[in-house]
């Protein structure tokens, strides 16, 4: 059933008195409000139509100049779906036939009982044209979300690759320390080498290099896994970024002399601290500047630097003049399981678990800051985060993790 809405009736008659009687026959309709607008011809209601829109076209078929059929046509042709009912005289019921044929919805033929049939006719015909239009908007809903459900398949799909891929990678890069660790320890207990002699305490040195590397490993999973879970909480405080840079790159200083690879870190006067989770803050540096080290070539310079920024935060800019990122691979450098086609290539001995920029991406998030990189194969990468600078600047920038923190 119609609901009590008006409709906007657009009749094509030239017959005073049949638009009279019609007229006032539609007005008087009890299931819905309907407003006839009244032309005489089809180029009229053409004009018409080309300027407004209106629910349902009644029109005669014998017209001075163009027919009733030609309205039909013309509809056609621009497509527009607008339900049409057509009047035909006594005998004439060919021409119905092919109207309807045409696209129209009814016919009401011109007898003596004409008027009483046309406020049922205009019902029905609406009731079909809303419902067809509710079925298509239903199955193009359903196509939407069929296409929706495709993508959503095939991005399950990759990160089932991925994962695969992943614990494939974690596998065989935990094996690597484990057995450099079991060699050993084998080598002491079997006496092969002492731990007070020169070699033992190489070999020492060498056991506790891989299990650093296995906790860092390790570690790496537990933080995804607790990300994942929505777990993982932070500890604000208002801290020193500088001094937390200074003390991220003393940790690296040796790695990098062994490397030939410069720190370089110009601290600013009276920069303003942070509002940050300090332990955080330094996870994300060491990570940044250890994939840095990594990618260096030999005599290479690492640069960290410190600004401003509007909104009251600061960015953080760590450069090298690595290998550089492949341009397809900055875009998703940062996801899941994610590496660079570069870093998949070099060998270093030491690639991870490739979760090391994910994590950072999801600690930076936490912290409502931003983090992005730039590249130039052969040039270098620049990596860039941002931290607030206050309780305001932090709060003003909403995040989906807002409830995951612990203020100090």
Not at 33 to 59: G, P, W
Not at 151 to 160: I, P
């Amino acid at each position: 059933m119609l609901k009590k809405t008006e409709f906007r009736v657009l009749l094509v008659e030239d017959n005073p008195d049949h638009v009279h009687i019609i007229k006032k026959t539609i007005e008087r309709a009890k299931r819905g409000t309907y407003r006839v607008e009244h032309v005489q011809t089809v180029e009229k209601a053409m004009e018409f139509l080309s300027q407004d829109n209106f629910s349902i076209i009644v029109t005669d078929f014998n017209l001075p100049g163009k027919s009733g059929l030609d309205l039909l046509h013309w509809l056609n042709e621009k497509g527009r779906k607008i339900p049409l009912i057509m009047l035909t005289g006594s005998g004439d019921e060919k021409t119905a036939v092919k109207a309807l044929q045409e696209g129209a919805y009814n016919y009401v033929v011109k007898d003596d009982m004409y008027t009483q049939v046309i406020p049922h006719v205009i019902e029905e015909a609406l009731l079909r044209y809303f419902s067809l239009e509710e079925k298509e908007r239903l199955e193009r809903e359903i196509r939407e979300k069929n296409v929706e459900l495709e993508k959503a398949n095939r991005q399950l799909k990759k990160l089932d690759r991925l994962k695969s891929d992943f614990i494939s990678n974690v596998s065989h890069e935990v094996r690597t320390p484990l057995n450099a660790v079991k060699e050993s320890i084998s080598l002491i207990l079997e006496g092969v080498v002492s731990p007070k002699e020169e070699k033992g305490a190489r070999v020492l040195e060498i056991a506790q290099r891989n299990i650093e590397r296995l906790t860092s490993m390790i570690n790496d999973m537990l933080d995804f896994s607790k990300i994942e879970a929505g777990k993982l909480r932070l500890h604000f405080e208002m801290c020193d970024l500088q001094v937390l840079i200074d003390e991220v790159l003393l940790a690296f200083r040796a790695l990098a002399e062994s490397k030939k690879v410069k720190l370089e870190f110009v601290p600013k006067e009276e920069f303003p601290q942070v509002y940050a989770d300090p332990e955080r803050a330094v996870q994300v540096l060491s990570n940044l500047i250890s994939n840095a080290l990594k990618y260096s070539t030999e005599s290479g310079l690492i640069t960290v630097q410190c600004e401003l920024i509007p909104d009251q935060m600061a960015k953080i800019t760590i450069a090298d003049k690595g290998i550089g990122i492949p341009k397809e691979d900055l875009v998703r450098i940062f996801g899941r399981f994610e590496q660079s086609g570069n870093a998949q290539r070099i060998e270093t001995g030491n690639r991870g678990t490739g979760l090391g920029l994910a994590i950072c991406h999801e600690l930076i998030k936490m912290h409502h800051g931003e983090i992005w990189a730039e590249s130039e194969l052969g040039k270098g990468s620049r990596f860039m985060f941002t931290l607030p600078l206050t309780v305001s600047s932090y709060e003003q920038h909403t995040s989906p993790m807002a409830n995951l923190v612990e203020r100090t």
